[in-house]
């Protein structure tokens, strides 16, 4: 059965960092693209960024980029979302996702493109 796992979330202050993994069973992260999401509180679900099946490319948002880091530990199977300057802003409940396109090399922003979702993790950040 294929599954993803988050874990990591938390509460923090701002200018704190923490880092999410998304632990999968039954699908090869190195074959599929992971996509990390976002969703607060009355607001639609808010695309983060994506890391490369091959590991070699990541893309991140607007908001995040230069703050946030993917990473991959192949043995584990699982990804991680390190975050660093946290603002009250990145309040969310986070969401991995990773897409149904075999080794693909675009970049999916959309959650349409991602078939397997894990059930996500809240992380707050009190200003």
């Known amino acids: 059965q294929e599954r993803l796992v988050e874990s990591g979330g938390g509460l923090v202050q701002a200018g704190d960092s923490l880092r999410l993994s998304c632990a999968a069973s039954g699908r090869a992260l190195d074959y599929y693209t992971t996509g990390w999401f976002r969703q607060a509180p009355g607001k639609e679900r808010e695309f983060v960024g994506a890391?490369?099946?091959?590991?070699?490319?990541?893309l991140y948002s607007d908001p995040v980029k230069g703050r946030f880091t993917f990473s991959r530990d192949d043995a584990k199977n699982t990804v991680y979302l390190q975050m660093n300057s946290l603002k009250p802003e990145d309040t969310a409940v986070y969401f991995c996702?990773?897409?149904?396109?075999?080794?693909?090399?675009?970049?999916?922003?959309?959650?349409?493109?991602?078939?397997?979702w894990g059930q996500g993790t809240q992380v707050t950040v009190s200003s």
């Open positions: 996702a990773t897409t149904r396109y075999w080794r693909s090399d675009t970049w999916y922003r959309t959650a349409g493109d991602y078939d397997l």
């Open positions: 890391f490369s099946w091959s590991g070699m490319a990541a």
